[in-house]
């Protein structure tokens, strides 16, 4: 366990989050707003209970949530709201056990639920350095040819003795 009050042990996580709001809005706006509960910033594990009315919610890095949280996460909408998620699957970091990603399911689960809406992005999407697309278009070639070189005759994989980790964008 971290040392502090919950504040301190999360503020390394939400780091990536309070950069991306200092660019949007300024310090001092985004701490006025923060401070004022304009904004509110939550662990998704605090959500629980919660319900969520004339709000615009985001769940940042959803391919670390399990089915169970994702579920707990949409049924916290209320009236007058929005729900933005955003993740990336093929940078799941749950550990080994700990179940499925909550966004791989969600696609198949809410297809077809009126209002509901899935965007996907590519490397041109990517808002970073120049090199950045062409990096994430070099690991989807990678996956790409990994995935035909694992098919063996009539598309079945083929067993391999070495296990090496895929690498992730």
């Known amino acids: ?3 502090g009050d919950l504040l301190e042990k999360v503020n390394p996580y939400l780091k990536p989050l309070y950069d991306a709001f200092y660019t949007l809005l300024g310090p001092d706006r985004f701490r006025m707003w923060r401070d004022t509960d304009v904004l509110e910033i939550v662990p998704l594990a605090y959500m629980r209970g919660r ?12 391919q670390n949530t399990t089915p ?3 579920k707990m996460f949409l049924t916290r909408l209320g009236f007058g709201s929005r729900v933005v998620i955003t993740g990336d699957v093929t940078q799941i970091d749950l550990p080994e056990g700990r179940g499925r990603s909550g966004l ?8 077809g639920v009126p209002d509901v809406a899935f965007v996907e992005l590519d490397s041109v999407d990517v808002v970073r350095h120049r090199i950045v ?7 989807e070639r990678w996956d790409a040819q990994e995935q035909a070189s ?9 067993r391999h003795t070495s296990h090496r980790a895929k690498p992730r964008r």
Request: proline letters at 7%; zero cysteines.
């Open 1 to 3: 366990f971290l040392p």
């Open 133 to 139: 697309q062409e990096i994430v278009d070099a690991y």
């Open 68 to 70: 169970e949280q994702m």
């Open 51 to 62: 319900t969520f009315e004339d709000a615009f919610i985001i769940l940042d890095e959803a």
């Open 104 to 111: 791989r399911d969600v696609r198949a689960i809410l297809e």
């Open 150 to 158: 694992q098919a063996g005759p009539g598309g079945a994989p083929q």
